[in-house]
């Protein structure tokens, strides 16, 4: 089973909506996962939510499902910039 999933975000030059899309990756891991880290630690974001700012400094845990169903609500980036998340799973991997 997996413990760490590494999650390279990229944006384009122009964004074409104000707010990212949810996050959505198929897989078929299960269990509760919080990010690790955020590479670079100091993000090029444009706004971040409280929720977003929990998910993204590993306070809020979440069930890895919601990665291949809703998807989770990531700030949006700032032109040609990107970051790599690390996930690792709390339990039930």
């Given at each position: 089973?997996?413990?760490?999933?590494?999650?390279?975000?990229?944006?384009?030059?122009?964004p074409?909506?104000?707010?990212?899309?949810?996050l959505?990756?198929?897989?078929?891991?299960?269990?509760?996962?919080?990010?690790s880290?955020?590479?670079?630690?100091?993000?090029?974001?444009?706004?971040?939510?409280?929720?977003?700012?929990?998910?993204?400094?590993?306070?809020?845990?979440?069930?890895i499902?919601?990665?291949?169903?809703?998807?989770?609500?990531?700030?949006?980036?700032?032109?040609?910039?990107?970051?790599?998340?690390?996930?690792?799973?709390?339990?039930g991997?």
């Open positions: 089973s997996f413990l760490k999933i590494i999650i390279f975000i990229a944006q384009s030059t122009y074409r909506t104000e707010q990212m899309a949810p959505r990756i198929a897989h078929g891991v299960s269990g509760q996962w919080h990010v880290a955020v590479h670079p630690p100091e993000m090029a974001v444009t706004r971040v939510s409280k929720y977003q700012a929990g998910l993204l400094s590993g306070e809020t845990a979440f069930d499902r919601s990665l291949a169903e809703g998807g989770l609500s990531l700030p949006m980036l700032r032109p040609e910039t990107a970051m790599i998340l690390e996930l690792n799973c709390i339990e991997a």
